[in-house]
């Protein structure tokens, strides 16, 4: 008896020892990025990958099934005691703590397998570009930028062309080319063991508000695969971001845009600059909504029917839970180095705007 609470304690120790160390490294992004991005999470990242990628399912959903079914149960035991009246203090201390337990140890994994990218150094410090506040004037250039660039792909965007994704099996084999394409330029995006595939959530997913998510347990990159198909493919570029440790949100789109413009292929070129668009006119509505509007009636009617069926398809499913779920996602973000919370989407713009400012307007 002694010697299995002496064990308990030890595991207790070492946990609490973790978590603290997780901490104090996350304090200094210089020592995240050299010792755990580029040190040991490429190996855990590339196990992961080649551990799980090979399975033409997501066994990360079904990890994640399996724990909310557990929870459910655990729920229910627990007000199947209270209304009998067998909830002892003994129970309630022992629930607790192996609650806190099982928190600790999530905890642990989650930062040791990936959640410790969120206090790297990352894209800017790769790049050299600073993050500095923007004027109107450079947010106007980069929305002028982006719309003719997004009406140049609409252009080349034929119905056969987009018929040519129908099949994800092709979205994913065309994603597969989007990192090995960019490496050639920035050898730091090399990516290794390709593991993307459909999340089994995606019409769920629909309801929440998400198009794709990142598995830190397995690797595993998720894209929601009912989206409308404009925005597909560079959905899957941002997944892949944040497989090769780019964990904020803004550096993951960042990181999909230098891959989609790249790629040979129009859907994703279009798909990415259709993206862009969307964050950069929102930001310029924020400060000159008549000149946005201006932008938007000169977009492409490819883009201005995508943009009708991208506002109708989440008008469909928006419900009374969605709110919830997106300020909880909001703190989230928010405890993890991201202070704008949902809004840490759109500071992309910071990025795009630093990227032409460095390397000229052609860059973009």
């Known amino acids: 008896m002694f010697k299995k609470l002496k064990i308990k304690w030890l595991i207790w120790g070492i946990l609490l020892a973790l978590a603290i160390g997780?901490?104090?490294i996350s304090l200094t992004p210089s020592w995240v990025e050299e010792y755990y991005t580029y040190g040991i999470y490429p190996f855990i990242a590339i196990a992961l990958r080649y551990l799980f990628g090979w399975l033409p399912f997501s066994i990360g959903d079904i990890f994640y099934t399996t724990v909310i079914i557990w929870v459910i149960y655990k729920m229910i035991t627990v007000i199947k005691q209270v209304k009998a009246k067998k909830l002892s203090r003994s129970y309630v201390l022992n629930t607790v703590q192996r609650t806190v337990f099982a928190l600790l140890v999530l905890y642990v994994l989650f930062y040791s397998l990936w959640g410790l990218n969120y206090s790297r150094a990352g894209i800017a410090n790769q790049l050299a570009l600073r993050d500095q506040q923007y004027s109107v004037k450079d947010l106007d250039t980069l929305v002028y930028l982006l719309r003719d660039r997004v009406n140049d792909e609409a252009r080349l965007l034929t119905p056969a062309i987009r018929d040519s994704f129908k099949t994800k099996r092709s979205l994913f084999s065309g994603a597969s080319l989007l990192y090995k394409i960019v490496a050639k330029k920035y050898p730091f995006l090399d990516y290794k063991g390709y593991s993307v595939k459909p999340s089994l959530f995606s019409y769920l997913g629909n309801y929440m508000g998400f198009q794709g998510y990142y598995n830190p347990f397995t690797g595993e990159a998720q894209v929601n695969t009912t989206v409308p198909p404009c925005v597909e493919p560079f959905v899957t570029a941002h997944e892949i971001a944040h497989q090769l440790g780019y964990a904020k949100e803004s550096e993951a789109n960042f990181v999909g845009f230098?891959?989609?413009?790249?790629?040979?292929?129009?859907?994703?070129?279009?798909s990415v600059y259709f993206d862009?668009?969307?964050?950069?006119?929102r930001e310029l509505?924020?400060?000159d909504s008549v000149k946005a509007h201006a932008y938007d009636s000169t977009l492409h009617i490819q883009v201005k029917k995508d943009k009708a069926d991208y506002i109708a398809f989440y008008k469909k499913y928006r419900n009374p839970i969605e709110p919830y779920i997106?300020?909880?996602?909001?703190?989230?973000l928010k405890a993890n180095n991201q202070?704008?919370?949902?809004?840490?989407?759109?500071?992309?713009?910071?990025?795009?705007i630093a990227y032409y400012k460095k390397y000229g307007k052609e860059a973009i």
């Not at 862009?276 to 006119?281: E, F, K, S, T």
């Not at 997106?326 to 989230?332: E, Q, R, V």
């Open 22 to 24: 997780i901490k104090i």
């Open 258 to 270: 230098l891959a989609c413009r790249l790629h040979p292929s129009v859907n994703f070129r279009y």
């Open 276 to 281: 862009m668009y969307h964050y950069a006119i």
């Open 285 to 287: 509505a924020y400060t």
């Open 326 to 332: 997106d300020k909880f996602y909001g703190y989230f």
């Open 339 to 352: 202070p704008k919370g949902r809004q840490s989407y759109n500071d992309v713009v910071i990025w795009l």
